[in-house]
């Protein structure tokens, strides 16, 4: 018996290293695939919004998990490298987010209100679809997954920040399989808020001129610091 069990447990053994030596370099292969299909996944995304600028129209759902509330608006949006965005927001309120990649304006018309601010304390980290107008970021600060097709053929990549330095703590993108468009950005923070951006018509081999990002404040609006209270 004492032998049986022995042999058994050689056998044991024995089948257990050839099965680790096997795997081993098989899930290494593995990982280098999955490797290998999301760095030509951003190669091709990144070729798509190599031009100067783009535009598109894009719908947004925002999910606030405290007040366990769904809020939805619609606008359009244009892009300039670098770091230039501009968001007009038509539904359900007017609303204006501008950057020329220095100063941040956020402009209620309907509040008569203007917040300004440094584009990072809002934008930072490729918030706020900020990752748009430079698509490098992704790989500078986000480790990208694969997570495979959705039922329209498209790609699914999972983003986790490298760093954790703001409320922001995972996203998500689904990609065009035929053109490498950005359809949509999906971000999730600390809070369990939840923001997702659609996209369609996209426009690319735009190049707006650096006037369109800079805001001119109206007269007589409420001028507020982001982050404070407090007036100018």
Same mark, same amino acid.
């Given at each position: 018996?004492?032998k049986y069990i022995?042999a ?5 053994l024995?089948?257990f290293?050839l ?8 899930? *290494?292969?593995?990982?280098e695939?999955?490797k ?7 190669s091709?995304? *990144? ?6 600028g ?8 925002s999910y ?13 949006a ?8 501009k968001?007009?927001?038509?539904t359900?309120e007017?609303? @204006? ?6 100063t941040?304006?956020?402009y ?10 440094k584009? *990072?304390?809002?934008?930072a980290?490729?918030?706020g ?6 698509v490098?970021m ?9 997570t495979?097709k959705?039922?329209n053929?498209d +790609?699914?990549?999972? @983003?986790?920040p ?9 996203a998500?993108?689904v990609?065009?399989?035929q ?5 949509k ?6 809070y369990q808020?939840?923001?997702e951006?659609?996209?369609?018509d996209l426009?690319f ?6 006037a ?6 109206? *007269?007589?609006? +409420?001028k ?7 007036k100018?």
């Amino acid at each position: 018996m004492k032998k049986y069990i022995a042999a058994s447990m050689i056998m044991f053994l024995s089948c257990f290293i050839l099965f680790s030596a096997v795997s081993v370099p098989a899930a *290494e292969k593995v990982a280098e695939k999955a490797k290998s299909q999301v760095d030509d996944i951003l190669s091709k995304i *990144e070729a798509r919004y190599g031009g100067p600028g783009f535009s598109a129209v894009f719908t947004q759902k925002s999910y606030l998990a405290a007040m366990q509330m769904t809020e939805e608006a619609t606008g359009s949006a244009i892009f300039k490298k670098p770091g230039k965005m501009k968001w007009t927001y038509e539904t359900p309120e007017k609303q @204006l987010i501008v950057t020329d990649g220095v100063t941040l304006w956020i402009y209620r018309p309907e509040d008569s209100q203007v917040m300004t601010g440094k584009p *990072e304390s809002y934008l930072a980290d490729g918030k706020g679809g900020s990752l748009l107008s430079d698509v490098k970021m992704i790989r500078k600060k986000f480790d990208v997954t694969y997570t495979g097709k959705n039922a329209n053929g498209d +790609h699914e990549l999972k @983003l986790m920040p490298k760093e954790l330095t703001g409320a922001l703590t995972k996203a998500g993108l689904v990609i065009s399989a035929q053109s490498f468009d950005i359809l949509k950005i999906v971000y999730e923070n600390e809070y369990q808020d939840k923001t997702e951006l659609n996209f369609k018509d996209l426009k690319f081999g735009l190049n707006p001129s650096d006037a369109e990002f800079d805001f001119k404040i109206p *007269e007589g609006v +409420h001028k507020l610091k982001l982050g404070s209270q407090e007036k100018d």
